[in-house]
């Protein structure tokens, strides 16, 4: 029992230590796509010339969404016309690329693996759409799309599927302080939450019981500490591998990378590791759904060699500027609740969350709740639009 306790210690204290933190992401993200359409997304990805990809990773990015999520949405989009190379840029932009993500690991591992994020995670798309250049033929894109018109569901697809933007017109300002702008980011913010709540949850209990129960020798052996090269080299290969197995992804598997840091990972190991969500065994059985087996093992294929090359590529380049931090200066969260700065950030971005919480119960929330995992509520892949009251939709 002491041991149970000590593990749920552990989760308890890292998550009272990151929730302003991801209050403050997902709110910021909120804020941007409650301004940007979904529908001008569709028209900017159709083909993969290296400003389209640049674009679907802006864009991706300004459309956070949990894993599950993206890999739906990027179905939804290639089923529409989008090129699939852009689709999958997208689809990666949108988990690794986000302003959540970037904030969690600033606060828990340090600036540089924010850095490493935004380096690495373009690293990565550019790598992906060389691989898909010299790879991905006709005979294997023509399946996949017959299979994707099936249709079969997977995960989180009438999440996907809601465009909860601004539909007035008007500057960024004028939508984003109108009545519908703050309803818009209320939905946004409790969908995104709802979303990876899960995931989450499940990525804090994993790392706090594998912080409290794994000795740290274990991990030393695992990851070659004390010998550098060597620990370099095996980080980015084995990283992906342990994501894969661990089933967390999204912002969930964070608080795990910090305790793989801690244990003897390299930098780069930790990159690719975070960077493997979209790899994990329940979302490649929905990549086999959504495009048949020969796709998905592709996708495994060339998401794994260009995840690695990435790790590489942000260990040796920040490793030669001398930015990787010390891992003996990593520290794990076992404080708990002290009245210091956390403590009243807490107080105020969980005042901030009830107020979008209370303007998204008032506004026709529960119904998008309901139908978050399943089948779209309309044809079009839309929920009802609030009107500038905030009464709800019509």
């Known amino acids: 029992m002491s041991a149970i306790l000590h593990a749920l210690s552990v989760t308890g204290s890292m998550t009272w230590e990151i929730t302003w933190a991801l209050i403050l992401g997902f709110a910021l993200s909120a804020v941007v796509q409650a301004v ?3 529908s001008t997304v569709l028209g ?3 083909d993969d010339r290296p400003r389209t990809l640049a674009m679907a990773s802006a864009l991706g990015a300004a459309s956070s969404s949990c894993s599950y999520a993206a890999v739906a949405l990027a179905r939804s989009l290639f089923l529409k016309g989008a090129n699939f190379t852009a689709a999958m840029a997208f689809e990666i932009a949108s988990t690794n690329l986000v302003i959540e993500l970037g904030v969690i690991l ?3 591992m340090g600036w540089q693996f924010t850095a490493a994020e935004f380096i690495g995670g373009p690293v990565m798309i550019v790598l992906l759409a060389l691989l898909f250049r010299l790879f991905l033929r006709d005979t294997l894109l023509s399946p996949a799309r017959r299979q994707a018109e099936r249709g079969l569901a997977g995960s989180m697809e009438g999440h996907a599927a809601m465009d909860m933007s601004v539909r007035r017109g008007g500057s960024f300002a004028r939508r984003l302080f109108s009545a519908e702008g703050y309803t818009s980011t209320s939905h946004v913010f409790v969908m995104e939450w709802a979303a990876i709540l899960k995931d989450l949850v499940i990525g804090l209990l994993i790392a706090g019981a594998i912080a409290a129960w794994v000795p740290d020798s274990f991990w ?3 990851f070659f500490e004390g010998h550098p090269l060597a620990a370099k080299l095996w980080g980015p290969l084995i990283g992906p591998l342990v994501a894969i197995a661990s089933f967390v992804c999204s912002i969930g598997n964070v608080p795990l990378a910090v305790v793989l840091w801690k244990g003897g990972i390299s930098f ?3 990159v690719a590791f975070i960077f493997a969500d979209l790899l994990i065994l329940p979302i490649l059985h929905i990549y086999r759904k ?14 794994y060699a260009a995840i690695v090359v990435a790790g590489y590529f942000v260990e040796f380049t920040f490793g030669a500027l001398g930015l990787i931090p010390r891992q003996a200066d990593a520290t794990i969260p076992m404080s708990g609740v002290s009245w210091d700065y956390t403590t009243w950030l807490n107080i105020a971005f969980l005042l901030l969350a009830a107020a979008l919480v209370h303007r ?4 026709g929330g529960r119904s998008m709740l309901r139908v978050m995992g399943g089948a779209p509520p309309d044809s079009r892949g839309t929920h009802p639009v609030p009107d500038d009251s905030g009464r709800g939709p019509h």
Do not use: S
Request: positive net charge; hydrophobic residues 60%; proline residues 0%.
């Open 290 to 303: 959504y495009y048949g087996i020969r796709m998905a093992l592709f996708l495994l294929a060339t998401f």
């Open 44 to 46: 900017l990805l159709g």
């Open 360 to 363: 998204f119960l008032r506004t």
């Open 106 to 108: 600033a606060l828990l």
């Open 220 to 222: 030393r052996a695992f």
């Open 36 to 38: 940007v359409h979904r």
């Open 268 to 270: 780069g190991g930790v």
